[in-house]
């Protein structure tokens, strides 16, 4: 119950990129996915967010690095926390301050970080006493992404099978400690265009009108199973090429959506062109690309290959900037204050 006490929690939460793609929903009240997903959580992004209570009458504010946020993004934090509110038995309306320390409109998936942030800051601020399993559930109706960003290192997030979504969160498959010379180059693009449709809303269009969703959604069980056998064996010579097959068969489905949903720009496939070539000079695979919805690319290697990857696709004309980063943590809570 609440307490007429203002109570405030400041938690950081970093991004995370899939090595398996969710794209599709089967139940869009509980954001519930059709298939299990993996991905990597990321050092050094982190989006930190405040939640502080207010007393009751007031309205729920957003200030999104440091600006009043109105509409879709308010919208959205106001249901989630309406849900963290039904379940504390608290009705007062809370001020929530967040802050990426990655340009937002850079497509580089502060959706996740940012509920990730959002669900543990809201959980403490409310008294809500929760596991991180149950937050990640949290984080999950918020953006099916973030219910990821909860653990550092690989982590999978399994579809489930339940119709109430209780068994539909992620768990660590390998922390952030696993396999330290893995890398994830994020390569940004000068030639990104705006996202023009939410994700959400974008794979339930390619749900009703790709032709090839349902093939994919065949050889998910099987790729799974392969990518958790070959990150078990800490081996990339089998976990790139299944990489870079899993991401074109993400883009596969996105552009025989109808209307197509055309994520990249020709910066970002000048880059795919580079990587293949990168690989095949090499005579075994020293590179991945993957890339979520969105033209900038994130390419996976290891330490020792790193430079020379960095070097290659710097030199590729439109590429504006590469930032190198490692393995990261979950969602951790801080006592510094939000710039
Ligand atoms: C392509 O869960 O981030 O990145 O709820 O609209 O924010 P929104 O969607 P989100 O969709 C992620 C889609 C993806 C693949 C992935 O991260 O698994």
Not at 127 to 154: D, H, M, N, Q, Y
Request: proline share 6%; hydrophobic share 40%; net charge positive.
């Amino acid at each position: 119950m609440g307490t007429d006490r203002a109570r405030s929690a400041t938690w950081e939460a970093s991004p995370n990129i899939a090595l398996v793609k969710y794209w599709g929903i089967r139940d869009p009240a509980l954001n519930l996915p059709y298939n299990s997903s993996i991905s990597l959580t990321l050092r050094r992004l982190r989006t930190r967010t405040t939640v502080e209570l207010a007393p009751e009458g007031a309205d729920d504010r957003l200030i999104l690095n440091g600006v009043s946020a109105e509409g879709r993004p308010l919208e959205s934090v106001r249901r989630f926390l309406d849900r963290i509110r039904e379940r504390a038995g608290d009705r007062r309306p809370a001020v929530v301050r967040s802050h990426n320390n990655f340009p937002t409109a850079s497509g580089l998936a502060s959706s996740a970080s940012g509920f990730a942030a959002l669900a543990a800051a809201a959980a403490e601020a409310y008294g809500l006493t929760v596991s991180r399993r149950e937050l990640s559930r949290l984080a999950r109706l918020g953006s099916g992404s973030a219910s990821r960003s909860i653990f550092g290192g690989f982590v999978e997030w399994r579809r489930g099978d339940r119709r109430d979504g209780r068994d539909s969160y992620a768990r660590p498959l390998f922390d952030e400690r696993y396999w330290p010379a893995f890398r994830d180059l994020v390569v940004v693009v000068g030639d990104a265009r705006e996202k023009s449709v939410r994700s959400q809303d974008a794979m339930q269009a390619t749900v009703r009108t790709s032709p090839e969703f349902d093939r994919r959604q065949r050889e998910l069980p099987g790729r799974l199973a392969k990518i958790r056998a070959a990150l078990r064996r800490r081996d990339p010579d089998e976990l790139f090429p299944l990489i870079m097959e899993e991401c074109d068969s993400f883009r596969t489905v996105c552009e025989t959506t109808v209307p197509s949903l055309d994520y990249l720009s020709r910066t970002s496939r000048a880059v795919l062109d580079e990587v293949r070539a990168l690989n095949a000079e090499a005579g075994r695979p020293i590179a991945a690309y993957t890339h979520d919805a969105g033209a900038h690319l994130h390419v996976f290697t290891l330490a020792k290959d790193a430079r020379t990857v960095r070097a290659r696709l710097r030199g590729v004309p439109g590429v504006r900037r590469t930032w190198l980063l490692e393995a990261g943590p979950g969602v951790r809570p801080t006592h510094a204050r939000v710039p």
